[in-house]
Each structure stands twice: as C-alpha cells, then as structure tokens.
C-alpha cells in the first residue's frame, strides 16, 4: 500500500464509523428497555442491562477500540523498541521509513473496518437474541460472526506478513 491508496481504507472507515453508530442506534428500537446481554455457553441468558448503557457500551467498543487501532499505528514508529517486522534491514532503512509507516497506517485502517464489522454483526446477534422470548443467543451466529472475523484477521495477518517477507531482496 502506498500514499496514493491510502484514501481506500480511511475512506471506508470513513464510512463505517457513522454508518456502524446508526446502525446501532436506529436498531435500538427493536430491543426490549433491560435486553439480555451476556450468555451462556448454552446460548441461555444470564446477565441485562439497561438498553442506554448496552448502547454506550457498544459504542465504546465498537469505535474506541478501532481508532485506538489507528492511532497506536499513527504513534508508533517502525524501528522502535518492540517492532519486528521480517527483513528489518531492508524496510527500516531510513529512505524506506516513509514507505514502511504508511503501509502499516493502511494496514491498520483495515483492521479497524474489521473490528467494526465484527461489533456490528455482535449486536445483530444481540438483537436477534432479545426476539426471543425468553432470550437465547443462536450458536450459529455466534460461530458465524466469530469465524468470520477470525478469518478476516487471519487473511490480515497473513497479508502483513507476506507483504514483509516477500518484497523484499
């Protein structure tokens, strides 16, 4: 990824962020005022709270642990105490600084649409549970929403690192 592709991963975020906070609010509607929020491994309800707090909740999570994301890839520098990457000679030399940060900045614009994704198919299946009377989690959408996201930050993790082994001399 280079300066010029940026703008494809910041603009979907872009996107996401107020697309995901509607989402999340106009949906609210349809959960009862004390939603059941926690579940057993049995998909059985077994904690609520109020539908304002669960909402506040969601939200936090949803877009504070994405930006953090970003912004721990905006502050931190490669070549820092701690940072590995494969190849470090070759992508932490100084004429390649520039090159290595911005692909890490994408890189890390797209988990953060990833993690979004993610919270935004966990209050789908919230939502779903709630319809229920009494409340039960589907084990399908748990395991759909959780593969996929575990798939989407393993093809992640898998681009990253094959981007640092393979362009390379």
Not at 147 to 161: I, P, S
Request: aromatic share 16%; with cysteine; hydrophobic share 50%.
């Amino acid at each position: 990824m280079n300066q010029d592709t940026l703008w494809i991963p910041a603009a979907l975020l872009g996107i996401l962020y107020p697309g995901f906070t509607g989402y999340l609010f106009y949906s609210s509607r349809l959960l009862p005022e004390r939603p059941a929020v926690h579940f057993s491994i049995r998909g059985n309800a077994n904690g609520w709270m109020t539908r304002w707090a669960y909402l506040l909740l969601m939200f936090a999570l949803g877009t504070g642990l994405s930006l953090f994301q970003v912004v721990m890839s905006l502050m931190g520098k490669p070549g820092q105490a701690g940072f590995h990457v494969p190849h470090a000679e070759y992508w932490l030399a100084p004429d390649r600084m520039h090159q290595t940060s911005t692909y890490l900045i994408g890189h890390s614009l797209w988990l953060a649409c990833l993690a979004l994704g993610f919270f935004a198919g966990l209050h789908f299946m919230i939502i779903r549970a709630n319809q229920k009377v009494p409340p039960r989690l589907s084990l399908l959408f748990v395991l759909l929403v959780a593969g996929a996201f575990a798939a989407g930050v393993l093809l992640w993790e898998r681009q990253l690192d094959w981007h640092f082994r393979n362009y390379a001399p």
